[in-house]
């Protein structure tokens, strides 16, 4: 069985487009869309040794080698041009997301789709979306395990039509913010804890222009988000 989380992503699949997950580790994400006929072929990407067998492995002892490409490389490098029409990206930080995107520019010029999620930092990748010609066109957030993971999906089009109040979209994400599910409640209200945790502590610490400045940061960032979430209303 596929974890809720990855279950999430395939989710946003369109049937019968060709796929590549970057960073596939064990490549169940690919194996599962084919399996559930969803896509009929898919590449798998990984740049580290050790995931890229566990990939070949797992595709292999599922009899799925004529439908799925492994492929050893760097983020969006392992894809040629045209290849593909939907990217998956996931259990990755927003950073490093966004990083892969912005070195494989040119092998996204012909995919239709992103499908993205950051374990941390989805503000990463909304804003690398927002600069680089992609309309974020759903969201989705769950809780698997204890933890909370973001969704995002994005497509070429309008940039600015999803982004009413842009900061807080940025950080919170447009949909998430309309719909505001039990779920993006709980993670900022975490996030809003330990905030707060961090701001008593450099309350307490020594004065010092770099305490006031995160200070400053922090609180404005409470008001942000303390301002945005409908239960506070
Ligand atoms: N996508 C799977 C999931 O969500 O369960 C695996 C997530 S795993 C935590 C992240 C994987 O991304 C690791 O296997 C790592 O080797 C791979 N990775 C990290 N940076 C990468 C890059 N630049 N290109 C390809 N793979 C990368």
Redesign the pocket.
């Known amino acids: 069985r596929l974890s809720k989380r ?1 279950e999430a992503v395939v989710n946003y699949i369109p049937k019968g487009y060709r796929l590549a ?5 064990h490549a ?2 690919p194996c599962f869309a084919v399996k559930q006929g969803i896509v009929t072929s898919a590449i798998a ?4 040794e050790g ?1 890229y067998q566990s990939a070949k492995g797992q595709v292999a002892s599922e009899g799925l080698t004529a439908a799925i490409s492994v492929r050893k490389g ?2 969006l490098a392992v894809i040629n041009s045209g290849e593909v029409d939907v990217v998956t990206i ?3 930080g927003g950073a ?1 997301i966004a990083s ?1 995107l912005e070195n494989g520019k040119n092998q996204l010029e012909t995919v239709q789709r992103l499908i993205l ?1 950051p374990n941390i930092s989805a503000i990463s990748i909304r804003t690398w979306l927002r600069n680089n010609g992609w309309e974020l066109v759903a969201e989705d957030i769950i809780e698997e395990d204890g933890k909370i993971y973001e969704i995002l999906v994005a497509e070429r089009g309008e940039v600015d039509k999803s982004y009413v109040h842009l900061e807080e979209g940025l950080l919170l994400g447009p949909f998430l913010l309309n719909q505001q599910p039990a779920p993006f409640l709980k993670k900022w209200d975490r996030e809003m804890r330990n905030w707060q945790r961090i701001l008593s502590q450099l309350e307490k610490a020594a004065d010092s222009e770099e305490n006031a400045i995160k200070i400053k940061e922090l609180h404005a960032k409470i008001h942000l988000v303390k301002g945005v979430l409908k239960e506070n209303e």
Do not use: F, N, R, T
Not at 45 to 48: D, F, N, P
């Open positions: 990855l997950d970057i960073g596939s580790d169940y994400l990407g990984e740049v580290v995931p760097d983020g996931a259990g990755m490093l892969i999620q």
